[in-house]
């Protein structure tokens, strides 16, 4: 069902690989989250529907 992969099958990119800096994981507490208004959309009857529901049953 697989097959093992042969690297001299495979070519090494051809341009550096530059990964940025490592993420990190912070906890920070919702009076501290920020919503760019330019960007988010209204939230409408149906999306309000949609969050709830996610709120409620969210596992």
Known sequence: ???KLDS?????P????L???VPQLLWISTDEFVV???YQ???G???R???QHIAEHFD
């Open 1 to 3: 069902m697989f097959q």
């Open 8 to 12: 001299n099958q495979v070519s090494a």
């Open 14 to 17: 051809q341009s550096q690989f």
């Open 19 to 21: 990964p940025g800096p």
């Open 36 to 38: 760019d208004d330019t």
């Open 41 to 43: 959309r209204e939230i």
């Open 45 to 47: 009857r149906r999306g």
């Open 49 to 51: 529907a949609n969050i």
